[in-house]
């Protein structure tokens, strides 16, 4: 598994959808993780399109070719966190989202 | 409810060894790969070691093999990563954390413990 690209930052205004990516992965073992600042990392999306029992729907995954991406819609204030993709345990740089 | 708790982390000279711990409850330990990720403060993740539910597979990160060693006690619930000749880019946050699969694990972590700093410094 090569490295995962990710953007270092998006940001978004409330109620709005922003999508971040993933670039180097063609596998459909791809997860994507929130963290909360100061929290450990929480699982939000395995799969590629699979949400965990308990993660808002306003989540969501998917990918076409080697690009993963996670989209989430209906941005709250409580989404601000970094999120980083993974596939075979190789992880993304990681996003940082702030809702403006 | 699943809960992970590390311990053993710790300010250590360089060259000298650690060994971590993470004591698991909530889950049939036995059934699952379990997994070792770092994260320097304010960088990004880096998967460290896993192993298999066995203990028949276990792989490693590049920038460990050969010092650390991941070991588990199914009985006693509990995960261990023996680190060796530690160096000062070994600083960082250690998490263990829970794969969804048994066997050999897919890499997907659905459960994380809150970490323990391991400080290498003279």
């Known amino acids: 598994q090569s490295a995962l690209t990710q953007p270092a930052s998006v940001s978004g205004s409330p109620g709005q959808s922003i999508t971040i990516s993933c670039t180097g992965t063609s596998s459909d073992l791809v997860s994507w993780y929130q963290q909360l600042p100061g929290k450990a990392p929480k699982l939000m999306i395995y799969?590629?399109?699979k949400r965990p029992s308990g993660v808002s729907n306003r989540f969501s995954g998917s990918k076409s070719g080697n690009t993963a991406s996670l989209t989430i819609s209906g941005l709250q204030a409580e989404d601000e966190a970094d999120y980083y993709c993974c596939s075979y345990g190789v992880f993304g740089g990681g996003t940082k989202l702030t809702v403006l | 409810e699943v809960q992970l708790v590390e311990s053993g982390g710790g300010l250590v000279q360089p060259g000298r060894s650690l060994r971590l711990s993470c004591a698991a409850s909530?889950?049939?330990?036995?059934?699952?790969?379990m997994h070792w990720v770092r994260q320097v403060p304010g960088k990004g993740l880096e998967w460290v070691s896993s192993?298999?539910?066995?203990?028949?597979?276990?792989g490693y990160a590049d920038s460990v093999k050969g010092r650390f060693t991941i070991s588990r006690d199914n009985a006693k619930k509990s995960l261990y990563l023996r680190m060796n000749s530690l160096r000062p880019e070994d600083t960082a946050l250690y998490y263990c954390a829970k794969d969804r699969e048994s066997g050999g694990g897919d890499y997907i972590f659905d459960y994380w413990g809150q970490g323990t700093l391991v400080t290498v410094s003279s």
């Open positions: 192993i298999s539910w066995n203990s028949v597979s276990i």
């Open positions: 799969e590629v399109t």
């Open positions: 909530g889950f049939t330990f036995n059934d699952y790969a």
